[in-house]
C-alpha cells in the first residue's frame, strides 16, 4: 500500500527555535494536510494544501505542496512550549481521492 | 460549533466480546471516515461513506467489523468477536464533500 516517509521521528529543540519537518512518498498526492495530535485527543487540523508548488502559512506556521506532488514540508518559527506534541502529513491519493493516508508523525518536545 | 463527537472515550472488554462505538459528525458533513490508529503510528484508513452509503472499505476491515451511517448522520462501528490485536483508538472523521477532514477525540478500545 501507500506510505508516507515522515522525517525527523523526533526533535528536542529549544524554546524559540525554528523546527522544520517533511514527508515525502513514491506516489502522487491531490491534497497535502498537516494535523497536530495531542495525547489522549484526535488530530487536529493545521494546514491544507491543494496544488504542487503552492505555499501556505497558519500564524507561525508555513507548509508547502512539493512541486512533483510527492512531498510537503512543515516549518514552525520561533517555537513555543504549547508547540509541543505529534506532528502528522497527510496526503489525499490521485488514484483514490476519499482516504487519507498517514505518515507515522513526528514528537515535537521543546525545552524552556 | 459543535466538533466531530465520538462515545464512549474507552472502552475496556473482554476477548471475544463485542463492542459497539458511535460517532455524531459536524451537522452539515455528508461524508465520514473511520480510522485505526495504533501507538507510535499515524491514523489508518478503515473506511468511508458519502451520506447513508459505506463507498470505500480497507483490506484491514475484516468481517469481524461493520460500520453503518443508516440515515446518513451518525455512524456506528461495530467489532465482534474482539481480539487483542483490535486494541488501539478508533477516530471517526468527517467532512464536507473534498474539504479537509475533520477529527474526533477517538475511542481508545483495550481488550482483556
Known amino acids: 500500500g501507500q506510505q508516507l516517509n515522515q522525517s525527523p521521528q523526533s526533535m528536542f529543540i529549544q524554546e524559540g527555535e525554528d523546527v522544520s519537518m517533511n514527508c515525502t512518498s513514491s506516489?502522487?498526492?491531490?491534497?497535502w494536510l498537516w494535523y497536530k495530535q495531542d495525547p489522549g485527543e484526535g488530530p487536529v487540523l493545521l494546514i491544507a494544501l491543494y496544488k504542487a508548488g503552492e505555499l501556505t502559512s497558519n500564524g507561525r506556521l508555513t507548509a508547502q505542496f512539493g512541486i512533483t506532488r510527492k512531498d510537503s514540508f512543515l516549518n514552525i518559527s520561533a517555537s513555543i512550549p504549547s508547540d509541543v506534541g505529534i506532528y502528522f502529513c497527510?496526503?489525499?491519493?490521485?488514484?483514490?481521492?476519499?482516504?487519507?493516508?498517514f505518515g507515522a508523525g513526528t514528537i515535537l518536545r521543546v525545552k524552556s | 460549533d459543535t466538533g466531530v463527537s465520538q462515545d464512549p472515550r474507552h472502552k475496556i472488554t473482554k476477548r471475544g466480546q463485542n463492542v459497539t462505538f458511535r460517532c455524531d459528525p459536524i451537522?452539515?458533513?455528508?461524508?465520514l471516515y473511520w480510522y485505526r490508529q495504533t501507538l507510535g503510528q499515524g491514523p489508518e484508513f478503515l473506511t468511508y461513506?458519502?451520506?447513508?452509503?459505506?463507498?470505500?472499505k480497507s483490506r484491514l476491515l475484516s468481517d469481524r467489523f461493520s460500520a453503518e451511517r443508516p440515515k446518513g448522520s451518525f455512524s456506528t462501528l461495530e467489532i465482534q468477536r474482539t481480539e487483542q490485536g483490535d486494541s488501539a483508538m478508533y477516530l471517526c472523521?468527517?467532512?464536507?464533500?473534498?474539504?479537509?477532514?475533520?477529527f474526533g477525540d477517538g475511542t481508545r478500545l483495550s481488550i482483556l
Open positions: 451537522s452539515e458533513h455528508n461524508r
Open positions: 472523521a468527517s467532512s464536507l464533500g473534498r474539504h479537509p477532514q475533520h
Open positions: 497527510a496526503g489525499q491519493p490521485a488514484e483514490y481521492g476519499n482516504k487519507l493516508v
Open positions: 461513506f458519502q451520506n447513508e452509503a459505506q463507498l470505500e
Open positions: 506516489s502522487i498526492f491531490n491534497t
